[in-house]
Nanobody
Framework: QVQLVESGGGLVQAGGSLRLSCTASGRTVSSYSMGWFRQAPGKEREFVAA????????YITDSVKGRFTISRDNAKNTVYLQMNSLKPEDTAVYYC???????????????????WGQGTQVTVSS
């Protein structure tokens, strides 16, 4: 059973940067797509970014394109979300998730992901 743990969240001023990490344990995730989602208070969980098993295919939602980058290090069983030029509207709990279809195409929908981390809070002050 795979487990995911996010880290790297915190409080940052607008314009600042954070790098989130999501490390898997229990089994290797090198054959699976990984995704990042976020949920702000009173809002639905929304897709942020996804990456396929090799790292060659990535999707970024339009609202963060050009500011956020997703990457992975399969040797470390870890996926990253580099967030630059942060805005107050980026404030949310950020979750990583794994899609357990082997060598699948990354999905933008949360229903595709079977295992989720506990989330890490990102707060951007104006």
């Amino acid at each position: 059973q795979v487990q995911l743990v996010e880290s790297g969240g915190g409080l940052v001023q607008a314009g600042g940067s954070l790098r989130l990490s999501c490390t898997a344990s229990g089994r290797t995730v090198s054959s699976y797509s990984m995704g990042w989602f976020r949920q702000a208070p009173g809002k639905e969980r929304e897709f942020v970014a996804a990456i396929n098993w090799s790292g060659r295919t990535t999707y970024i939602t339009d609202s963060v394109k050009g500011r956020f980058t997703i990457s992975r290090d399969n040797a470390k069983n870890t996926v990253y979300l580099q967030m630059n030029s942060l805005k107050p509207e980026d404030t949310a709990v950020y979750y990583c998730a794994v899609d357990l279809r082997v060598w699948g195409t990354p999905s933008r929908t949360f229903e595709a992901y079977e295992v989720w981390g506990q989330g890490t809070q990102v707060t951007v002050s104006s």
